[in-house]
């Protein structure tokens, strides 16, 4: 899948206006990228010490928003029916617009997140949103998951095989002998290759079992299922002698009221499912679109801290979304050093110096400052 880039560059000389400086990069990435501005307001700085400690608070709330967010998308590709999923992408949408054009037309939300509180306020204020997002979530997929987990189980012994299925819906009231003080009707799994020596000898396996009692319910597969009759207190003693003989025994009785009961049960948690289905997806609909939200104001929050740090006031910074086009990062890499490889001279290597020990960021180190906004995990979570 395409991975989308915020890089936030400092402003070149002074004599080179905004509108000269935004030409240089569109023609010198043009062939490579698609650009785009990503415009900021004007956020609040502080004091020195307090950006830089809040520069490591917000790469891990960072981290945690975009957490948040790949689990409710993953939950959402796991959770929709079969008929919904081509939906998907409906559904995984940031203000009603697909991923990649809320971030190329990104407008910062004032009425979610003022501009006229601290920085740090804000930062508050997103992890608050995500907790309470990840809290819900916790409890809306533990019921969801239990109703899912509860009916697949039953589902599960309506379609096993003989020897673990549920008998109620297979079996008739008139198979069995009801309500008797002495004698008792039991249902035995047969193999294919045993049904000769059932049929010609199930009454000599213990005493006291009715000559042709045993009748043939159902035929599956390489085995089958039998009824037969006996006395009570020989039971034991039948079972026994069927294990031998490879014959399973179920532990059934015949119940009109449990059949009916189990048959409710399933009704009931189809019904509980299928009610419960359309407001969690609402929810993870209406809420993916919040942690996407959040998550990209933490990355703009992130572009200005680091480029205040790093390049210090006043704040006026060309910010911009690249997209690369297939195999071109490492071109754009290069053309973006030549761009603006004079604007840090500890980044003088060149592109691929690797790691400089530092407050401001810890990994590839660029003379502008970047960070990813990733949306591979949509790709990913399609395949699965």
């Known amino acids: 899948g395409k991975q989308w880039y915020q890089r936030r560059v400092r402003a070149t000389p002074k004599e080179e206006s905004h509108q000269q400086q935004w030409n240089r990069l569109t023609e010198n990435t043009k062939p490579m990228a698609n650009v785009v501005k990503f415009n900021l307001p004007n956020l609040k700085v502080g004091t020195l010490d307090a950006l830089m400690s809040l520069s490591d608070d917000l790469a891990k709330l960072d981290q945690y928003a975009e957490s948040v967010m790949i689990k409710l998308y993953n939950y959402m590709a ?6 919904d999923l081509q939906k998907l992408p409906e ?34 204020i997103i992890a608050k949103n995500m907790t309470k997002i990840e809290k819900d979530f916790k409890t809306k997929s533990t019921t969801y998951n239990n109703l ?21 819906p297979i079996v008739k009231e008139e198979d069995f002998v009801i309500a008797s003080e002495y004698l008792v009707t039991v249902c035995v799994v047969v193999p294919k290759q045993g049904y000769k020596e059932w049929e010609g000898s199930y ?20 085995q089958a ?28 009785q015949y119940s009109k009221e449990k059949i009916s009961q189990q048959k409710n049960e399933v009704t009931n948690l189809q019904k509980a499912k ?7 997806i609402r929810w993870l609909k209406g809420n993916f679109s919040e942690a996407f939200v959040n998550w990209v104001h933490v990355k703009a929050l992130r572009l200005f801290t680091e480029s205040v740090l790093r390049y210090g006031l006043p704040a006026t910074f060309m910010t911009a979304v690249l997209e690369p086009n297939k195999k071109s990062e490492k071109k754009l890499r290069e053309k973006l050093y030549a761009l603006y490889g004079n604007l840090d001279k500890s980044a003088a290597e060149g592109p691929e110096m690797g790691d400089i020990p530092g407050v401001f ?24």
Request: glycine share 2%.
């Open 274 to 280: 299928i009610k419960a289905y359309v407001p969690l």
């Open 203 to 222: 009454w000599k396996l213990a005493d006291f079992v009715v000559p042709e009692s045993s009748k043939k319910i159902l035929e599956e597969g390489d």
């Open 148 to 168: 899912r987990s509860n009916l697949a189980q039953h589902e599960k012994k309506e379609s096993g095989s003989l020897v673990t299925r549920n008998l109620g």
């Open 361 to 384: 960021m810890t990994g590839d180190y660029y003379p502008y400052v970047y960070f990813d906004i990733n949306t591979a995990f949509v790709d990913t979570a399609r395949e699965l």
């Open 225 to 252: 299922l039998y009824t037969v009759t006996m006395f009570r207190k020989t039971l034991d003693a039948f079972k026994n002698n069927a294990r031998e003989k490879k014959f399973v025994v179920r532990d059934f």
């Open 91 to 124: 559904y995984t949408k940031a203000n009603n617009k697909d991923l990649k054009t809320y971030c190329n037309t990104f407008v910062w939300d004032v009425a979610k997140f003022p501009t006229k509180v601290s920085i740090k306020d804000i930062h508050d």
């Open 78 to 83: 796991n959770a929709l029916e079969e008929n």
